[in-house]
């Protein structure tokens, strides 16, 4: 019994409008990083389907940086701490952790031997600290700026120079080891963004909040020109990045553009017109050997084409937000994962490749709560925006026409063949046909949490905070209350019957899985102990033998109907965060969704 991680589909970077996000390059030119909640995640370059999750900070992750000999990541959080930490094994051990400032890590620095660090942001008493990284000792002082700095860089040869960037609209220029203030750049009449050292160390550059990007010599600090002349770009720039060879650099700005600029002429040499919704404002940028990034306000990860400026050579989508609900599909016989989040998105993705992208048209407002496919090819999801749609996987668009309006909050849908659904309201289960609502039930006289019907159609389950399980008969387009109630443990958190029938299984707050026997009257029972915290999901393998549930405690269980004592046991499975929903992709293959908004694919071996 023994289980293996197959795939890492990965979250997008968190983003926040109007705060600039930073991307790290791997100085070996194979992968990027970024980061989402309290995660810091690696993607390789070319193939960005390969990707490896960092999860070991307390707290919200806000920038990461590889050290220039590639061995070391440096990541900084909301609370001031820098965790260097190894990225050849793949555990990632720590190699040193200190707190350089007192508040939220906004950018952090290298010296090209990889030896000292500067790291600036929000702090009580500073607002940036360079020091050793092996021993934490500080190398100088980067004082002189009354509000928080944004961005900082390093000269990558010597004489070592550090640039900082601030909300106080200056910059300061500092020489060292031990490093002091020379003096201050204060041609910005916003804040200032971003500030960046070329390559060769001959040259930097600050962007700010004012749409313009100033050029400086690297290591006298003497300005020498702007970019664009009047303005650089229409909107505040959040980032900027230099070409491996110096000559030019790209700039992304609030004005949904992102420029290429030849830096010795002063003038843009491509402008990437990234889109008009204001989701397209564009935040981040990377230059990495011949790859060109940025990333939308959405969290898109754009790949720019310099002989086509209008359109990405592909665009990264996936999920910036905390993933609800998942369920799996095959069309023409390869697998597809459909996965609801947070923020009402929902995403489809090829189970194989990663490849992924998302529904066109307007979706749900809302969290997805729940998804399954009925026989009509039809992706049925209910939300928190009080609507069930039902959209055609075929067409891969939300059409407005199928959405029916709840009374009250759905909870739960599921369905059977012959076009029924059941959802489950917070007061009120409707029975729906075809799309349509055909039978309501109210005033039940307990707290309805969970339903399922049975895949012959003719039996709805429903659970409840009343530590029961209500039975339902269909009978056409109504569903009649005959009395018929099991006693469950506690309340139901989730249930689903098995694909051939036999068996509903269930899963309770009180940290138990039961299995009745539909056959039998439901008289049958088995009941499946392990779970430390209460399970929240539950998915059915596809041959009715296995089933799997998810636990506040982080853990998966696979359990066999049948033989309670054979399980495998997945513990950690998105380590900071519990699994919100599960789906089977084939008898050996599970997928797992979680808040940290990625999606992992485990191989089972019975």
């Known amino acids: 019994m023994a289980y293996e991680l197959k795939h890492v589909f990965a979250s997008l970077p968190q983003m926040e409008r109007g705060v600039s996000k930073v991307i790290g390059g791997d100085p070996k030119g194979n992968n990027f990083l970024y980061t989402n909640g309290k995660c810091v995640i690696i993607r390789n370059i070319d193939n960005p389907a390969i990707a490896d999750v ?182 505040g720039i959040y980032a900027v990045s230099w070409s491996p060879d110096s000559s030019q650099l790209i700039s992304a700005s609030g004005d949904k553009t992102v420029k290429l600029w030849d830096v010795g002429a002063g003038t843009a040499v491509t402008t990437f017109k990234m889109g008009t919704d204001v989701t397209d404002q564009q935040l981040g940028c990377l230059w990495q050997k011949d790859h060109l990034l940025s990333i939308s306000l959405s969290g898109y990860i754009n790949y720019l084409d310099k002989n086509n400026p209008d359109r990405p050579i592909r665009t990264i989508k996936g999920h910036s937000k905390s993933i609800q609900c998942l369920t799996v599909h095959k069309t023409d016989g390869r697998p597809n994962i459909y996965s609801g989040s947070h923020d009402g998105h929902i995403n489809y993705w090829d189970a194989d490749t990663g490849e992924n992208d998302c529904f066109s048209g307007k979706g749900h407002s809302n969290q997805v709560s729940k998804a399954v496919v009925n026989d009509a090819d039809e992706l049925v999801t209910c939300s928190m925006d009080d609507t069930l749609r039902f959209t055609n996987i075929n067409k891969k668009e939300y059409s407005a026409s199928d959405v029916v309006k709840m009374d009250f909050q759905p909870k739960s849908v599921s369905v059977a063949a012959g076009g029924l659904s059941l959802a489950v309201c917070v007061e009120q289960i409707v029975l729906l046909k075809d799309k349509k609502k055909v039978f309501t039930l109210d005033s039940l006289g307990y707290e309805a949490e969970v339903g399922a019907i049975h895949p012959g159609g003719t039996t709805a389950a429903v659970g409840g905070k009343d530590e029961k399980i209500h039975l339902y008969s269909i009978q056409g387009n109504t569903l009649k209350d005959e009395g018929k109630t099991i006693d469950a443990k506690g309340t139901i958190t989730e249930m689903a019957y098995s694909p051939n029938g036999a068996y509903l299984a269930t899963v309770d707050d009180k940290k138990v899985a039961a299995v009745y026997s539909v056959a039998d009257d439901y008289k049958g029972k088995t009941e499946y102990y392990g779970h430390h915290a209460k399970p929240v999901s539950l998915a059915w393998s596809p041959d009715s033998e296995h089933f799997a549930t998810g636990g506040m405690d982080m853990m998966v269980y696979v359990w066999t109907v049948g033989d309670t004592d054979k399980r495998i046991k997945i513990p950690d499975t998105h380590r900071l965060h519990h699994v919100s929903d599960l789906a089977w992709i084939d008898g050996h293959t599970l997928v797992t969704g979680s808040h940290d908004a990625c999606i992992k694919q485990w191989t089972l071996k019975y």
């Open 54 to 235: 960092y999860t070991e900070h307390a707290h919200q992750v806000t920038v990461a940086k590889y050290s220039p000999s590639g061995f070391y990541i440096a990541s900084g959080d909301a609370s001031g701490k820098v965790r260097i930490w190894d990225t050849t094994q793949k555990e990632h051990l720590l190699k040193y952790e200190y707190t350089p400032i007192s508040g939220k890590v906004k950018d952090i620095a290298w010296t090209e031997d990889s030896k000292r660090m500067a790291v600036v942001g929000d702090g009580r008493e500073k607002f940036g600290a360079v020091f050793l990284w092996d021993s934490g000792s500080s190398v100088g002082d980067l004082s002189g700026h009354s509000k928080l700095i944004n961005s900082v860089d390093i000269k990558q040869n010597r004489p070592y120079r550090i640039v900082v960037g601030s909300d106080d609209q200056t910059g300061s220029f500092f020489e060292g080891p031990p490093f002091k203030f020379k003096f201050t750049l204060s041609r910005h009449s916003q804040f200032v963004n971003c500030v960046r050292f070329s390559p060769n160390g001959e040259r930097f550059v600050t962007s700010g909040g004012d749409g313009m990007i100033f050029i400086y010599d690297g290591k006298t600090g003497e300005p020498i020109g702007s970019l664009g002349g009047e303005k650089s770009h229409n909107g």
